[in-house]
């Protein structure tokens, strides 16, 4: 009895080659990876090279990832720079107005506090050891973990001036001042930043400098 065929089956390639036409060569298909966006997904997909002759041989493959890998690096760093801006910004700080902002040197601070052209309040937010350790002439202390429910002054218009010792915690204090409504606080940051003498002792003291 003779036994027919059935549809046959083989790959493509197969058949071709059965068929005396030539199969796919290697190198045909390149494998190029593209980055689906910037969330950490990534899509690989696999596109067809170019030919041969058209100048595009494995050399230049490598060379588009290449590119392709250095504008996905670029983008991720410009991103992380904005995660690193935003995470130093505390949720509620607002950007003090550009005459208060020059409170923020320490020449003008200096000068703030000899000449007291108006009412103000320098707030040391460290902890009461680190206080009375060396602070600013002047300057009271408030922790800056305490700072939201015991403000310096409950007129909100005065200038009020915060520091600690790296500027981490006048930067939160400086937020929950103004998340209470308090428009006029600088922060000056570290206290490293202060050309002048320090005090000892819980006494705020007066400033023993000059007038500038």
Not at 48 to 61: D, I, Q, T, V
Not at 71 to 78: N, T, Y
Not at 112 to 130: A, G, W
Not at 196 to 211: F, H
Request: glycine share 10%.
């Amino acid at each position: 009895m003779a036994y027919g065929h059935g549809p046959d089956c083989r790959p493509r390639g197969a058949r071709a080659q059965a068929a005396g036409a030539p199969g796919p060569r290697r190198g045909d298909e390149s494998l190029r990876v593209a980055r689906a966006s910037l969330d950490g997904q990534v899509a690989v997909a696999t596109m067809p090279a170019r030919g041969r002759g058209s100048g595009h041989g494995p050399l230049g493959e490598v060379a588009a990832v290449a590119r392709l890998s250095i504008g996905v690096f670029c983008a991720l760093a410009v991103t992380a720079g904005c995660l690193c801006w935003s995470e130093a910004q505390p949720p509620g700080a607002k950007a003090a107005s550009p005459a208060d902002a020059l409170y923020a040197d320490p020449d003008n601070l200096q000068n703030l506090i000899s000449k007291q052209p108006e009412p103000f309040y320098i707030v040391d937010v460290r902890t009461s050891d680190e206080y009375q350790a060396g602070h600013i002439p002047t300057a009271i202390n408030i922790p800056w973990d305490t700072i939201g429910e015991h403000p310096p002054t409950p007129y909100t218009s005065t200038l009020i001036i915060v520091y600690c010792a790296s500027g981490i915690r006048s930067a939160k204090a400086k937020a929950a001042l103004d998340k209470l409504g308090y428009t006029r606080v600088v922060d000056f940051g570290s206290i490293s930043r202060w050309k002048g003498q320090t005090l000892k002792g819980e006494d705020p003291g007066e400033c023993p400098c000059k007038t500038l």
